[in-house]
């Protein structure tokens, strides 16, 4: 059923008689899995009382929710939550809403004050309609969406966030306007990352930033340099490794060769250490440390002028 835009404030007032910054606000925080079910709920309910535009918009909405964002992906970002292979059977996407609901969410969200369903309907506008000022407000909301997430310490679901508004302000644009700000904001993340941040949420940061103009190049290869000493204190393998290898793109970006094969080599020491520390316990497990040991290898190998190494750990 169309929804005429002069009509909706009294859709939105006499019909469903909540607005949606109120279900917003009910709860302290809010994911989108639970907000699908919120709407959904509330189009059930809609259904039962007979408001058939309640309940449409209520609709629209959950199925905004009821997806999952990709933002590597260029032309498809928003994803099935659920894909059944085997009976070739998914649960709906942005390319399943209708125009009527394209229209509705159109309207909503022009009004819509938390960040988490403000900037999802905007992304949707775009990707579906290629709508430039929806996309506009997308960068800017999930922007604050992303710093929302920072303060209740929920960096996985930052993450992503970040992500699209990079990959918005390209498709957009809108490079001028907004990249400075989203350098400067991972920048503070960076220089220097909180003691208590993530390892996964700075090396992510590092990366994003790797393809971002920036005058702090040699400060952040520093960092990485850090927090690679922070990981081997602390045991954590893999992001050592990880850290060192970053410092080395760092340095490579910076064409200084020494410093990268120096973060290489460093880097590669890590699966030495690894396979020695497997025969170096009590419980020793040589399947395990010669894993590690071909793994040193073979970086070796790879790497100019490291032949001595290779044949030393071979």
Same mark, same amino acid.
């Given at each position: @059923?169309?929804?005429? $835009?002069?009509?909706?404030?009294? *859709?939105?007032? *006499? $019909?469903?008689?909540?607005?949606?910054?109120?279900?917003?606000?009910?709860?302290?925080?809010?994911?989108?899995?639970?907000?699908? !079910?919120? +709407?959904?709920?509330?189009?059930?309910?809609?259904?039962?009382?007979?408001?058939?535009? %309640?309940?449409?918009?209520?609709?629209?909405?959950?199925?905004?929710?009821? @997806? =999952?964002?990709?933002? &590597?992906?260029?032309?498809?970002?928003?994803?099935?939550? +659920?894909?059944?292979? /085997?009976?070739?059977?998914?649960?709906?996407?942005?390319?399943?809403?209708?125009?009527? /609901?394209?229209?509705?969410?159109?309207?909503?969200?022009?009004?819509?004050?938390?960040?988490?369903?403000?900037?999802?309907?905007? &992304?949707?506008?775009? *990707?579906?309609?290629?709508?430039?000022?929806?996309?506009?407000?997308?960068?800017?909301?999930?922007?604050?969406? +992303? #710093?929302?997430?920072?303060?209740?310490?929920?960096?996985?679901d930052a993450v992503p966030?970040?992500?699209?508004?990079?990959?918005?302000?390209?498709? %957009?644009?809108?490079?001028?306007?907004? @990249?400075? #700000?989203? =350098?400067? $904001?991972?920048?503070?993340?960076?220089?220097?990352?909180?003691?208590? /941040?993530?390892?996964? +949420?700075?090396?992510?940061?590092?990366?994003?930033?790797?393809?971002?103009?920036t005058s702090k190049e040699?400060?952040?290869?520093?960092?990485?340099?850090? $927090?690679?000493?922070?990981?081997?204190?602390?045991?954590?393998?893999?992001?050592?490794?990880?850290?060192?290898?970053?410092?080395?793109?760092?340095?490579?970006?910076?064409?200084?060769?020494?410093?990268?094969?120096?973060?290489?080599?460093?880097?590669?020491? !890590?699966?030495?250490?690894?396979?020695?520390?497997?025969?170096?316990?009590?419980?020793?497990?040589? @399947?395990?440390?010669?894993?590690?040991?071909?793994? %040193?290898?073979?970086?070796?190998?790879r790497m100019p002028g %490291?032949?001595?190494?290779?044949?030393? *750990?071979?």
């Amino acid at each position: @059923m169309d929804i005429a $835009v002069g009509g909706f404030e009294e *859709v939105c007032g *006499v $019909v469903m008689g909540i607005d949606f910054n109120e279900i917003l606000h009910k709860k302290e925080s809010w994911n989108y899995h639970a907000l699908a !079910t919120e +709407f959904f709920t509330l189009a059930e309910k809609a259904k039962a009382d007979g408001e058939r535009e %309640a309940e449409n918009i209520y609709t629209s909405l959950a199925i905004c929710c009821h @997806m =999952t964002l990709n933002p &590597d992906d260029r032309i498809k970002p928003f994803k099935p939550l +659920f894909i059944n292979y /085997q009976d070739n059977t998914r649960t709906l996407d942005a390319n399943d809403l209708t125009d009527d /609901q394209l229209n509705i969410i159109g309207e909503i969200y022009k009004n819509i004050e938390p960040p988490i369903l403000h900037c999802r309907i905007a &992304d949707i506008l775009w *990707v579906r309609k290629r709508d430039h000022i929806a996309a506009i407000t997308a960068i800017e909301s999930y922007m604050k969406h +992303f #710093n929302s997430c920072i303060e209740k310490n929920a960096h996985h679901d930052a993450v992503p966030l970040l992500e699209r508004a990079i990959r918005l302000v390209h498709h %957009a644009g809108q490079i001028e306007k907004y @990249m400075p #700000n989203i =350098t400067s $904001v991972i920048e503070t993340y960076l220089l220097p990352p909180p003691a208590e /941040q993530p390892f996964f +949420f700075t090396s992510k940061l590092i990366q994003l930033i790797l393809g971002i103009e920036t005058s702090k190049e040699i400060e952040i290869a520093r960092v990485c340099r850090d $927090v690679a000493e922070i990981a081997k204190e602390k045991g954590e393998w893999h992001w050592e490794q990880d850290f060192y290898e970053l410092e080395a793109r760092w340095y490579r970006r910076l064409k200084d060769k020494s410093k990268e094969i120096a973060a290489l080599l460093l880097a590669v020491e !890590t699966l030495e250490r690894r396979g020695e520390s497997c025969i170096s316990s009590v419980r020793k497990d040589y @399947m395990s440390a010669s894993s590690w040991f071909s793994q %040193a290898i073979e970086a070796y190998r790879r790497m100019p002028g %490291a032949k001595e190494h290779s044949d030393r *750990v071979h």
